[in-house]
């Protein structure tokens, strides 16, 4: 059994019956399998990472590239910085804060890429237990930037730093919807030291 | 590991040689991981449950009957595997008639989502450091390619203007360095990372 069949069969080229042989070939041969297996997983390890962003796929390429994106990238991290240091009077308080120990019987909303959705979620009223579905590193600290989107352009009106998701598929944040005009918004979640894009999610405020 | 022929292995099970049965698990086990992965769809909760309970009937079936040519014993064993499968999805369709899908989420196994979800996040986790170590975009694209858009690989070559060399050795860089970094995550359970490829 050679390596072409091995990539045949996990990506689903061979017919029944070959398939059919394949499979008891495994069967009799274990260490073939476990190979078979790694095979499996790193295909399905690249569709779950193309499902979350396709960004890791079409990051740019030469050495001076990198350098010069890691340039910019710190930057905009410094304009970024200051800016919201400067709006942080402006950014009114508690609009979004974390949510530890809350009860969840609460009004909630949850924040998913969804493929080909056209509607966008509302925000329901009161304070409202915001769950954004995602890929996370429980480890790693996430900063979450909420954005009100007018005509002409889109303002900042809270942040929050360093936020530890809840578990690796979800991170949860308090959003005090009394607060918010009515309008269309977006939360954008970035990992702290990474080059990642952020996720980001659009709702409505009715 | 030695491969021990299934018409020994049906004997001496049918003898009630325990040993034996181990033995038939540790060989059957991984080929119908392979064969169920590809079954169940992602979900590596029924994964493991359809596994366990493929290698439950076919140790019964040995202890009891035996079967008719125990030459064929992974033959049989595969076979069973495909059956419990199929059943699964027939199950799994009915049950899509009038489901509430949130409340099922609420009411699913948890054990088996932690499962499922360990191993997505493990292996996504692993793919996404891979793909952050890899210096040349050509090679993400590549793998791409060739497993998320499944071209094959003459293709892939052709378009890339790659020789398939050169393919093949990124291939299997990646792979290899896939393999470390799950290894790196303790990702050993199962005995899953053999001699490698």
Sequence with gaps: MNQQLLEQYVAGRLNESEAVAFEEFCLENPEFAKQVELEQLLKSGVVQVARGSTAEFVRSGTETRWMLALAASVILCVIAGTYLWQQSAAVRPHILTAAHNVAKDGPSLRLALVRGADDLPELPRGLVRVEIVGLFETSAQYSVVLDQHNKKNVDTVAALFGQHPSSPMKLEVLLDSEQLESGTYSLHVTRKDSREDPLDFEFVKP | ?197
Excluded: W
Aim: aromatic share 4%; net charge neutral; hydrophobic share 40%.
């Design chain 2, 1 to 197: 590991m030695d491969f021990v022929p299934g018409g020994e292995l049906s004997r001496r099970i049918r003898e009630g040689d325990a040993s034996a049965e181990t033995e038939l698990i540790r060989q059957f086990e991984p080929g119908l991981r392979v064969l169920l992965r590809r079954r169940t769809g992602g979900d590596v909760g029924l994964l493991q449950d359809l596994v366990q309970e493929t290698l439950l009937i076919v140790i019964q079936r040995l202890r009891g009957d035996g079967i008719d040519d125990p030459g064929k014993l992974a033959a049989f064993a595969a076979q069973t595997a495909r059956n419990l499968a199929i059943a699964s999805l027939r199950k799994a369709e009915r049950q899509k008639t009038d489901v509430d899908s949130e409340a099922t989420e609420r009411n699913a196994d948890s054990s088996r989502g932690v499962v499922t979800l360990a191993e997505d996040i493990e292996s996504a986790l692993a793919v996404r450091a891979l793909l952050r170590e890899l210096p040349q975009p050509r090679d993400r694209l590549m793998l791409r390619r060739f497993y998320l858009e499944d071209h094959d690989k003459e293709t892939i070559c052709r378009e890339m203007q790659l020789s398939e060399a050169a393919f093949n050795q990124a291939l299997s860089r990646a792979r290899r360095r896939f393999r470390q970094i799950l290894e790196e995550r303790g990702f050993t359970r199962r005995d899953l990372l053999g001699p490698g490829p």
